[in-house]
């Protein structure tokens, strides 16, 4: 992902409530899904918490009744985010599975957490590198971290016992399943007619098999 244990992914806003009154837990969650939206579409500088409001169809002094700035609305989007993503990776890679089959499923858990949180995914890969300047989201550098990791750990593990070819640039290869797999948030519909699944297994028909016919 172009852009730490799951508690490494942690941030501010998943240790502290930034609420200053009482929300339910559905508004909470419909005022970061339009919040995320906005993001996405405008960029993080120039979406403004007036913006947000106008989306969500209220004043904007009442959406500081929920957050106290569009700082912890974007935080709280991102490490949810990222927090849901590594439960899922970490039960692929503590599966331990034959490196074919562990890549198999990150792939697929990675067009599920996009399934899941494609805005969220569009700010983190637009946005991370200037957020990650900031001590609040150093949780972000700590994710890219581990997840360069994982993967790349997975593609080393496959050349190593046979399952991947031994001619393979592991960097490239890994950069190259990265970004086919994530640029997938910039088209992605969850009403759309293919299943994040579906999609999985397409993808890893391409990238494993290949697209050619063989002679």
Known sequence: MSTAKKSAAKSPAAKKKTTTVSASPERRRELLHTAAEVFAAHGYNATTVRRIADE?????????YHFDSKESMVDEILSTFLNELWDGYDAVLAAGHAPRKTLEALVTESFREIDRHRAA???YQKESRHLA???RFGYLTDSQQKFEKAWLGT???GVADGSFRTDLDIRLTYRF??????????WYRPDGHHSPEE???QYLSMVLD???LRD
């Open 155 to 157: 593609l080393e593990r």
């Open 210 to 212: 290949g697209i050619a």
């Open 121 to 123: 995914v569009a700010i």
């Open 56 to 64: 969500a169809g209220i004043l904007a002094g009442s959406l500081y």
């Open 133 to 135: 300047a900031q001590p």
């Open 177 to 186: 399943v990265r970004d086919t797999v994530w640029v997938a948030a910039s």
């Open 199 to 201: 999609i999985a297994r």
